[in-house]
């Protein structure tokens, strides 16, 4: 899993700025595909942090598909609300940052 240490302060500082985020990616029937995390990797790269809509999936297959995206996308799985789930990467050179955390 992809390790960048968040305090609890800079989790808390990032679902705020997601609450006025739209669902930039949606995850449907077709699940983990190499197309979704190509989708998914773009849209982090850009924006660092990120909220995505699970569309096909119920309660109880959220959290296990949320902690593989966190797994397989390399980024933090920052929180979940009903079938929405906020996904944070930092960008590695800082003059691309889009998000400041310090």
């Given at each position: 899993m992809y390790e960048f240490p968040l305090t609890g302060a800079q989790k808390t500082f990032l679902r705020g700025v997601g609450q006025t985020l739209e669902a930039s990616v949606k995850i449907?029937?077709?699940g983990l595909t190499p197309e979704f995390l190509k989708e998914l990797n773009k849209h982090l790269n850009a924006r660092e942090l990120i909220k995505l809509r699970f569309?096909?999936?119920?309660?109880?297959e959220r959290p296990v598909l949320a902690a593989q995206i966190a797994d397989e996308g390399r980024c933090i799985w920052i929180s979940s609300v009903g079938a929405t789930a906020l996904f944070f990467r930092?960008?590695?050179?800082?003059?691309k940052r889009v998000i400041d955390l310090s």
């Open positions: 449907g029937k077709g569309v096909a999936a119920d309660r109880d930092q960008n590695p050179d800082p003059a």
